[in-house]
């Protein structure tokens, strides 16, 4: 690969560059990123088999460390040295962004712990990637990949339920069957995107809404990106109070108090509690 001239044999600043590598289109690579790892003193991979095809690929002969989550820490004394000693190191991981759900964050601390020069470059990114095709809310929250107990899943996402923005997860193929029970337990009327070997040649996007979700193929492999869209806008009908609750106000309002009678009607609509009072009032006056 010829890289542009104008990228070509600018002095490049002493200090720990985040690089992203593609998630899965080797054409995705920026010029940039081909020039600092080229010029970099040594690569942090998350796994070097999976990185040394990447960089021959584009004729990079940077030095590789190995650095992934079981040596980071070990490694993070040596990291520091070399970057206190004015070398240019890169940071990268299988695929995507570092530390968004990779290696990288306890060492980029230490960076800003230390004062050391941290530069990130933007690419590709599995999160934005599949929020951009979502058609949800532009405003979404990254939770990551589950955790390992579905007890935890469970109350995480009852948590995560309450958020009114689209939700980003990551999830081994081999998780997802067990975990549909828990998204249609909390996410129900919503809808959902699953998207797999993304830019790769066989990329599939599928989307359901989440109570329709059914078992996938178990052969499925790999990672999978969710997105669960935003909660739908309530409809202005369903913030009046119906006939059927304006009776029930009427039998309750002799034997309990109006805040009484507010909690058990608020528990099952969304209907606003200062509605639910004002009605009160009103045939509490009129007794």
């Not at 690089?19 to 970099?40: C, F, H, M, V």
């Not at 990329?203 to 492999?221: C, H, I, P, W």
């Given at each position: 690969?010829?890289l542009n001239p104008k990228?070509?044999?600018?002095?490049?600043?002493?200090?720990?560059?985040?690089?992203?590598?593609?998630?899965?289109?080797?054409?995705?690579?920026?010029?940039?990123?081909?020039?600092?790892?080229?010029?970099?003193?040594?690569?942090?991979?998350?796994?070097?088999?999976?990185?040394?095809?990447?960089?021959?690929?584009?004729?990079?002969?940077?030095?590789?460390l190995s650095n992934h989550?079981?040596?980071?820490?070990?490694?993070?004394?040596?990291?520091?040295?070399?970057?206190?000693?004015?070398?240019?190191?890169?940071?990268?991981?299988?695929?995507?962004?570092?530390?968004?759900?990779?290696?990288?964050?306890?060492?980029?601390?230490?960076?800003?712990?230390?004062?050391?020069?941290?530069?990130?470059?933007?690419?590709?990114?599995?999160?934005?990637?599949?929020?951009?095709?979502?058609?949800?809310?532009?405003?979404?929250?990254?939770?990551?990949?589950?955790?390992?107990?579905?007890?935890?899943?469970?109350?995480?996402?009852?948590?995560?339920?309450?958020?009114?923005?689209?939700?980003?997860?990551?999830?081994?193929?081999?998780?997802?069957?067990?975990?549909?029970?828990?998204?249609?337990?909390?996410?129900?009327?919503?809808?959902?995107?699953?998207?797999?070997?993304?830019?790769?040649?066989?990329?599939?996007?599928?989307?359901?809404?989440?109570?329709?979700?059914?078992?996938?193929?178990?052969?499925?492999?790999?990672?999978?990106?969710?997105?669960?869209?935003?909660?739908?806008?309530?409809?202005?009908?369903?913030?009046?109070?119906?006939?059927?609750?304006?009776?029930?106000?009427?039998?309750?309002?002799?034997?309990?108090?109006?805040?009484?009678?507010?909690?058990?009607?608020?528990?099952?609509?969304?209907?606003?509690?200062?509605?639910?009072?004002?009605?009160?009032?009103?045939?509490?006056?009129?007794?």
């Open positions: 690969m010829t990228f070509q044999n600018k002095e490049i600043k002493k200090g720990l560059y985040i690089i992203p590598t593609p998630i899965g289109n080797l054409g995705d690579i920026t010029y940039r990123a081909i020039e600092i790892l080229k010029k970099s003193d040594f690569i942090l991979c998350e796994d070097t088999r999976i990185s040394r095809k990447v960089m021959e690929k584009f004729d990079v002969k940077s030095k590789l989550k079981f040596n980071e820490k070990k490694n993070l004394s040596l990291i520091i040295n070399h970057l206190r000693n004015d070398k240019i190191i890169s940071l990268v991981s299988d695929a995507g962004t570092p530390g968004i759900s990779d290696p990288g964050a306890i060492l980029v601390r230490e960076c800003v712990k230390e004062k050391i020069n941290i530069f990130p470059l933007p690419g590709p990114s599995a999160v934005s990637t599949a929020v951009s095709i979502s058609g949800f809310s532009e405003r979404y929250f990254f939770y990551g990949f589950f955790p390992s107990k579905l007890k935890d899943i469970k109350n995480d996402l009852k948590l995560l339920s309450q958020l009114n923005s689209s939700i980003v997860f990551f999830i081994s193929s081999k998780k997802m069957n067990k975990t549909i029970p828990f998204l249609k337990e909390s996410f129900s009327d919503r809808e959902i995107l699953i998207c797999r070997e993304m830019t790769k040649i066989y990329e599939e996007y599928l989307r359901y809404k989440v109570d329709d979700l059914k078992t996938l193929d178990k052969n499925l492999k790999g990672e999978l990106t969710l997105v669960i869209s935003e909660k739908k806008k309530i409809k202005k009908s369903s913030l009046l109070l119906s006939e059927s609750d304006k009776n029930n106000i009427r039998k309750m309002i002799k034997k309990l108090s109006i805040k009484e009678i507010v909690n058990l009607i608020s528990q099952n609509n969304d209907v606003p509690k200062k509605k639910i009072y004002n009605f009160c009032l009103k045939i509490k006056n009129e007794v």
